[in-house]
């Protein structure tokens, strides 16, 4: 493919001791499959990093406990090599993927437990999509591949995604990134040949060439400072240049070149605030620059060190606060740059091999309860929080994968739900012995249980499904419950799967979401 021939060497420096970590790293680099990463992207509000990679998957990771990511659901089959990733904005209910292929790979997002792949017309690249991006505005996705095209597509029609006019050409090389201006009305593309060329996307349906830059060596990625008319681009050559795109027509260089790294410059990506940019290079280590400065960037301490391989990318979560990088030995790096309060190091808590797809601690957090996708239930005890031991065997019962666990306030039930439809309870209170309180409670119209919750009195359970109903029990006596009620699908949301549902303090009060939809309010009665 075009993305084995982008890199023309592999520098690995020798690493003598340890440096002290300005920002910590949290807990151990995340393992991801069996070949080397490509690219990360996290989700608009954070809580989602997806990770491609070379063995041809994408694996979906929830990052919303910085210090200990567990991964959702099975990995997304892209059939090939995975070169590029971005989610939609605002919400991010579509992900996108390049790969070798004429067409950008999608998948709705609404359920990141169970992502649905769409569908695109054939016809597209002629070749390997090596770079995407959305932009910020408008239903507009850029793709860059080694055909030395742009397409555009619109997806305001999830079922008739389609490329909008003519693929926009004149890049004469591999174009291995993309970037779009905060107003998204320039899009700058990097090519391998050290073309830099910035197009005029005032209007998508007319794109204007606006001008073209020739750089002294390969161009690897470009990222525009987010509210400023700032693009920083990223080469072999080892440096960084700030280019001042005020005028696109004639961009200028803010200044000299940054250079702090050994090797080929592989990734940038500046903070959410535009007051930090993050340099990945192939010299194992990642460089933050500061940006508040009337002056020339400096660095933010001493460089971020990987693990003895090349960072082919980084990127921040949306708050800023976690920096991910990822490496071409399969693994991705998390920091943690909150500096008023600096995590420790922390090494992940939990062995195992099967994709975690929910967590719930008991009240007073010495448990906690972890569900798999190989259908069982496994019972922490974590009176000791660095050195957990596990309490007795998994729990079975569901014959589908475990979607979502909770336990009663009183810590003597657990509840899972699960993708075949039912819920599990388990007494709790002989923790040596949980088992079965009752048979697994069902509906006669069987959907896949997406998420689950108790009452502060655990004498009632929600149960939110993928058909967009809510179901509540009644486990006054947890050997006996019985269905309260169905919300009827002409709630709000209905159509759409619950993600997630939460009882008020008091009881009297349901809160359920739903993709698109995050304000619906049910009363339980």
């Known amino acids: 493919s075009s993305r084995q021939t982008s890199r023309k060497q592999t520098y690995v420096p020798e690493v003598k001791g340890s440096a002290q970590r300005t920002h910590p790293r949290l807990g151990k680099p995340i393992q991801t499959g069996l070949g080397p990463v490509n690219a990360v992207a996290f989700s608009p509000n954070g809580r989602i990093l997806a990770i491609g990679s070379e063995d041809h998957t994408v694996t979906l990771w929830n990052v919303s406990h910085r210090t200990h990511p567990h991964r959702i659901g099975m990995p997304l089959d892209a059939g090939e090599p995975v070169y590029a990733l971005a989610f939609s904005p605002r919400r991010g209910t579509i992900l996108a993927a390049g790969a070798y292929g004429s067409v950008p790979l999608l998948w709705n997002m609404s359920n990141p437990a169970r992502p649905t ?115 920083a681009s990223g080469s072999d050559d080892h440096t960084v240049t700030l280019w001042d795109v005020s005028q696109p027509a004639a961009p200028t260089p803010v200044q000299q070149p940054l250079t702090s790294h050994l090797a080929a410059v592989q990734s940038v990506a500046f903070s959410p605030d535009g007051k930090t940019l993050a340099t990945g290079s192939s010299d194992q280590t990642v460089t933050l620059w500061d940006l508040t400065g009337a002056n020339r960037p400096v660095p933010r301490g001493r460089p971020l060190t990987g693990r003895g391989s090349p960072l082919s990318s980084t990127t921040f979560s949306p708050d800023g606060r976690i920096l991910a990088a990822a490496g071409e030995d399969g693994s991705v790096i998390l920091w943690g740059l909150d500096n008023k309060n600096p995590s420790r190091h922390v090494e992940s808590l939990l062995p195992g091999t099967t994709p975690v797809s929910s967590i719930a601690f008991s009240p007073t957090s010495d448990t906690l309860a972890v569900g798999t996708a190989d259908n069982t239930v496994t019972l922490w005890d974590l009176t000791q929080p660095l050195t957990p031991h596990q309490l007795g065997p998994p729990l079975t019962g569901p014959t589908g994968p475990v979607s979502s666990v909770a336990i009663s306030a009183d810590g003597h039930l657990v509840a899972a739900g699960s993708a075949d439809g039912t819920v599990t309870l388990w007494t709790f209170e002989n923790q040596a012995r949980p088992h079965w309180v009752t048979p697994p409670l069902t509906r006669s119209r069987l959907s896949p249980v997406n998420t689950i919750a108790f009452t502060q009195d655990g004498q009632e359970l929600a149960v939110g499904s993928a058909d967009g109903t809510v179901a509540i029990w009644n486990l006054v006596n947890p050997a006996r419950p019985y269905l309260l009620s169905v919300p009827a699908d002409g709630s709000a949301g209905a159509a759409l799967p619950v993600n997630s549902v939460a009882f008020s303090p008091d009881g009297k009060t349901l809160a359920v979401e739903h993709p698109d939809a995050p304000r619906a309010r049910t009363a339980a009665t």
């Open 117 to 231: 792949a769409l569908q695109l017309p054939a016809g597209g690249h002629a070749g390997a999509i090596d770079s995407l991006a959305f932009a910020p505005r408008g239903p507009v996705l850029a793709t860059g591949g080694g055909d030395h095209n742009v397409i555009l597509w619109d997806y305001s029609d999830l079922a008739r995604v389609h490329p909008i006019g003519s693929p926009l050409a004149g890049v004469g090389g591999t174009v291995r990134s993309l970037a779009f201006s905060s107003d998204a009305h320039v899009l700058a593309g990097g090519s391998l040949n050290g073309t830099l060329v910035l197009w005029d996307l005032t209007d998508p349906a007319v794109p204007r060439q606006a001008s073209v830059l020739h750089t002294a060596d390969s161009i690897n990625a470009v990222a525009f400072a987010p509210g400023k008319p700032i693009l």
